[in-house]
Structure formats: C-alpha cells, structure tokens
C-alpha cells in the first residue's frame, strides 16, 4: 500500500563499476556512485506500520514542512551567495576597467610593460565574466528553489486541511459513541437499580404522584433509547474509520510522500547544480590563468598564461627604448667646452672674436624653438651683446611641463588611448597644449627675453581665458523656432554635437550628467557655438578638453537657456496634470499625446534627447544612471520645463515623474529609426 516510489531509489549496474583511474568502467559515463541498499520487506512493514496509523498524517505533515523549510533557507543561501558574487565580479570589472585606463597615461611605463600591462588586465575581465555568469546560474537557482518551495507549500496547506479534516471526522464520530455509551451504561444502571428496587443514596426514589411501575418503565424506555443511539453512533464511527483507512488516509499519505520526494528531489537538484557550478567557476578562472596547451596546434597562436605574459615584460628593452626616442630631441647634444681667453688691452694673444656667442645663443635657441623658428635671422637693429646671456636651459623632461615656447617632443606618447580596446575615455586633461602657435610667434617677434622671466604655461589648460569670439550665429538665449528657421535643422548642432561626444566618450562614465563640468570649459565651448556652431567638431576630444562632464553641463545650459523650454511654457500644466495621474498606462497614454502636440522643432528635439538618454540608461550597470537619476537631474532643475520659481517649485517632484515616465516608455512614444 505504500509509494514505493518514496523509499525506493535506483541502483547502479553492477557491472558499470568506476574504473581504477577514476573513469566509468565503460567509455563517456560518469563516475557512478553507489546508491543505497535496496529496501527489505521488514523495514518497508515497519515504516507502513507509521505511516498508515493515526499519527501518518501528521507525522508526513511535519516532515514536509521540514523539507520547505530546508529548501527556502537553501534559496536564501544562493540569494546571498549570487549577491557577493556579483559584487566582487563588477569590483574586479572595474578595477580592470581602471588598470586598462592607466595602462596609456604617460606617467606610466610603456613598451612591453604596458603591452602585456593590458594583458594582464583581460585576464582580470576573464575572471569577471566568469563570476557574473556564476551568479547569474545562482540567482536563477534561488529563483526556481523559492517557486518549488511555494509551490510544495501551497500543496502542503491543501492536503493538511484534507487529511486532517478526515482524521477529525473520525474522532469526532468515535467521541460522540463514546458519550453514547456512557449515557446508556448510566440509564442501564438506573433501571437495574429501579428494577431490583435499590434505593442507594435516596437518589432513585419515588417522584411525585408516579408509582414504581411507572418509573421503572420510563427507564426502560429511555434506556431502549439510548441503546439504539449508542448503536447507530458506534455503526457511523465505524463506518467514517473503514472509509477513513481505505480511502482518505491513503489518498493523503500518497500525496504528501509525492510533495516530500518532489521537495527532496528538487533540494538535492539544486544541490548538486551548486557543486557543478563552483567546479566549472573554479576551473574556467583556473583556465583563464593558465590555459590548456594543445601540443598539435601553433605555439605562436596558443593563448598565454599569466605567468607567460608576465614573463615578457623586458625592462632593459624599455629602458633602451624609451631612452632612444629622445635621440632626435634638439636638446641631445653636449654643450662644447667654455674656454679662457684674455682680453688684448691685458696682453691677450688676440681681439676677441664675439663669433663664438652668437654661435651659443643660436644653439640654446634651438633647444627651445622649433627648428624653423631657429633659423630666422633676428632683426639686425637688436645687437646681440645688448641683451644679458641667457642661463643654460634645464633638460627637457617628458613628465614635466615645457616652457612657453618649447615644442612637445615628437616622440611623446599620445595623451589619448588610440587602441581600438579602450573601454571609454580616460578622465584626464592631455599634457600638452593642443595649439601653441600663435605663441610661438608672439614671442618670436619680441626682443629677446632671459628665460628666468619667461612664464611657465601648464601644459593641459587649452586656453589662457575665455576666447573673446563675438556672436555671429548665437545659439544660447535663442528659441528652437528661431534656431530652426535660421540654421533649416529641426534638431539645433550643438545639441548634436554633445550627443555625439557623450555616445563616444562617455556613456561608461560613472555619474554623467550628475558630474558638474568645468565652469571654464563650458564658457569657453558656449563662446564657440555661439560664433559659428558648425565649426565644431567634438568627435576630436581636444576640441571639448577631454571632459564629458563638462559637454553635458553645455547641454544642460543650453536647453536651461532656452526662452521657451523644450516643454512648452503653456503646455506645462497639462504636462504637470498629467503626471498625476496615478495609473502608470493612462500616464504614459495622457503625456504621449501632449508630446505629439509639441511644435515641430521642440518634438524633433525632445525625441533625440529621449533617445539619447535612453541609451544613457542601457549603460546603467556601468555608469550608474538609471531613468530615475537622470529624470532627477533634468527635473529638479530649471533644464526641460522652465524655471522652479514660484509654484513651479512644488511641481518639481512631478516634473521629474514627467521626465521619467517619457523615458520609462522611450519606444512607446517615439520610434526608433
């Protein structure tokens, strides 16, 4: 009568024994373990024994619900586990993401230091990707164990109230016999006691006007009575207890055994998921490492070992290497030797020839002019002996900043990542200004200076001040129509042209458009628009300084300049009521129809802006902007629907809803060609 299914569980072949070397004894299976001993006959009747008694269901009961219990807290285990796998595999994600970055700074070694520098970074992303696919696998475990887990409960709640209710049933009817029973035995008694006339205890006298004979068959009646309840409530107590064993008890037990072993079964799957998983972890970061050599295949082609491409970093070679690139710096000659010579009036040999000092000016001009600048003869009106000497210049380091006039040296390292693998732009000013010309000449044409008062220009700023271009084609304070009408694009080019930056250098920067930029940038990069904005080009970075951040603090002002905002003036209090709106589908339906309503330019523009942004948020695992922390930094602020001042400062909570709801639904409102 019992689920063999329960307790009986599969036993190996004997003859697919593990062989000596650990392998299956026949070729591609597993290594089997041996099961459990079959089960007797004696121990099967032992358990039935339990399990069909009156404590089975109870006792099944109690068992399964030990079994949910194990595989909720094993899912929460797995949760937690998935939790810290991820974390420490985005840390070490970003952490190579920071070692490829400084791999190209220039205060960084190069040659094959910095070449295998960044192989030693992909190994680190190797081990990321493995770790994130390990706690992806265990997030989804946790996900099914916790759905089995409800699942059983669920079934568990049903058969406790069907089995129970059965087994009450019975008790009930069996209770109830039981008072039958008394009560007949105490009639019984009494109409003995009446029949046989014993008056113990003077409680069975006589009572009122009725004789003995009356009594004692009143008794006799009631004791008939009682006979014949007591009769049929021990037949229904029998009756529910045969129904109870033949039926409802089986039923119950069978049912309960199947949840436990279905519990059991998925328990132990998960479990056995979790070995599988941490091997192939462990052996795929281990393979990362130290990869598999094929003996057949090229050794040129084979991929490396970390301690492989550690082994190839030659510091003689980058020493020689980085030394020799200064071989063609003007300033690599030795200076010759400064001799006595006495003067004639003192009884020198000879007059003294003054050939040798221009000879030494124009070679210290060399080092800190560029060569077509040293060989331009210098006005003949200036003699040279009316200017003190000048100092023997310093040498020219590749890590501090040149004077003034000195060009950056042709062997330089680029100050921008070229390789193809970068993974965005690092976050630094190049050390070397992107234009020195008009200096150079400046300085050229001026009479001699000893270099001990010649400024010292930092290399990175890009700029002296604010450029003082005047406003041929304004761009900011001027409304989309107007732009529109004067330029014939619907969506103006600066907006363009900082959305082209920011998808090419920056939509893996953490914190863009929540970063404030540089207040000079800015200034300097809104004087550019404003004089002609298609001169621009911010697919060079040396034209935006290297800074994103700052691009998107252009954009932001360029649309909080605007004098009619990209949500129109009267447009925002349908806009506003709209965001009310407490049901997400009528919210999203009320704001794409006041959208569709905007005037041309401000549709065309809002669309490329949603769409921009919307690919800002697909990069949220890497720059940490969602649809929620970008619609804060253009709500909160005076950026897409006019000022907050008055009572558009309480509105500002929904202008965000406003901002997050269009973005939420980019591809519900506009298309994407």
Not at 82 to 93: F, T, V
Not at 400 to 423: M, R, V, W
Request: glycine content about 6%; some cysteine.
């Amino acid at each position: 009568m019992a689920d063999a299914a329960l307790h009986d569980s599969p036993v190996p072949d004997p003859d697919a024994r593990p062989s000596s070397d650990g392998s299956a004894g026949h070729p591609g299976a597993l290594e089997l373990r041996p099961g459990p001993p079959p089960m007797t006959e004696e121990l099967k009747a032992r358990l039935d024994k339990v399990i069909y008694s009156d404590i089975g269901v109870t006792t099944l009961l109690t068992r399964l619900k030990q079994s949910v219990s194990s595989a909720k807290d094993f899912s929460t285990f797995l949760k937690k586990r998935s939790s810290l796998e991820e974390e420490h595999a985005q840390g070490l994600r970003k952490l190579s993401r920071s070692l490829h970055d400084s791999a190209y700074r220039n205060e960084n070694r190069q040659g094959t230091y910095g070449q295998n520098y960044n192989e030693l970074n992909r190994f680190h992303d190797r081990m990321a990707d493995h770790g994130l696919q390990f706690s992806v696998s265990l997030q989804q475990m946790a996900d099914d164990l916790q759905e089995l887990a409800s699942n059983i409960e669920r079934g568990r709640k049903q058969w406790k109230q069907t089995g129970l209710s059965a087994e009450k049933r019975v008790l009930e009817a069996e209770t109830s016999a039981e008072k039958a029973k008394a009560k007949y035995e105490s009639l019984a008694e009494q109409y003995d006691r009446v029949k046989t006339g014993d008056k113990q205890g003077g409680k069975f006298g006589l009572k009122g006007h009725k004789s003995a004979a009356q009594h004692e068959e009143e008794l006799l009646r009631k004791v008939q009575n009682a006979d014949a309840d007591y009769a049929a409530k021990v037949q229904a107590a029998q009756s529910a207890r045969q129904e109870l064993i033949a039926t409802h008890r089986p039923q119950a037990v069978q049912n309960i055994q199947k949840l436990i072993s279905e519990c059991d079964s998925g328990l132990t799957l998960q479990l056995q998921k979790f070995a599988t998983f941490n091997e192939k972890l462990l052996l795929g970061q281990g393979l990362s490492i130290s990869p598999l050599k094929d003996a057949t295949a090229n050794p040129n082609l084979a991929p490396k070992s970390l301690y492989e491409v550690v082994s190839q970093v030659d510091n003689e070679k980058d020493f020689r290497e980085y030394v020799l690139s200064h071989e063609r710096n003007p300033g690599a000659v030795t200076s010759d030797q400064i001799r006595y010579q006495r003067h004639p009036t003192l009884g020198g040999s000879g007059p003294v020839v003054p050939a040798s000092q221009p000879a030494t000016q124009n070679k210290r001009q060399s080092i800190f002019l560029p060569q077509s600048f040293s060989q331009q003869n210098l006005p003949a009106s200036t003699p040279v002996s009316s200017q003190p000497p000048a100092p023997a210049p310093a040498p020219v380091s590749a890590t501090a900043p040149a004077p003034a006039l000195a060009p950056a040296p042709t062997t330089e390292p680029l100050p921008y990542p070229q390789n193809p693998d970068s993974y965005s732009t690092p976050h630094f000013q190049p050390p070397y200004p992107t234009s020195s010309a008009p200096s150079e000449h400046r300085h050229i044409n001026q009479a001699p200076v000893p270099p001990a008062k010649t400024p010292l220009v930092p290399a990175g700023n890009g700029f002296q001040s604010s450029p003082n271009l005047p406003p041929l084609k304004p761009v900011f304070g001027v409304s989309l129509d107007d732009l529109y009408t004067r330029d014939g694009t619907a969506v103006p080019m600066i907006v363009y042209q900082c959305f082209q930056a920011i998808e090419l250098f920056g939509l893996d920067m953490e914190g863009i458009y929540r970063l404030s930029g540089s207040a000079t940038h800015i200034s300097h990069m809104k004087a550019l628009f404003d004089n002609d904005s298609s001169q621009v080009d911010f697919t060079n970075p040396e034209n935006f300084y290297h800074d994103v951040n700052s691009v998107a603090g252009l954009l932001k002002q360029f649309f909080r300049d605007l004098p009619d905002p990209l949500f129109t003036s009267h447009t925002y209090t349908e806009f506003i009521s709209a965001a009310r709106l407490d049901d997400d589908i009528q919210r999203r339906d009320s704001l794409h129809a006041l959208v569709n309503n905007l005037p041309d330019a401000h549709y065309a523009t809002l669309r490329a802006l949603i769409l921009h942004l919307n690919k800002i948020q697909e990069h949220y695992t890497q720059n940490r902007m969602n649809a929620g922390n970008i619609a804060i930094c253009f709500g909160t602020r005076p950026t897409l629907m006019g000022a907050n001042s008055g009572g558009n400062i309480a509105d500002a909570g929904w202008q965000v809803r406003v901002i997050e709801t269009i973005l939420v639904n980019t591809f519900q409102i506009f298309d994407d060609d």
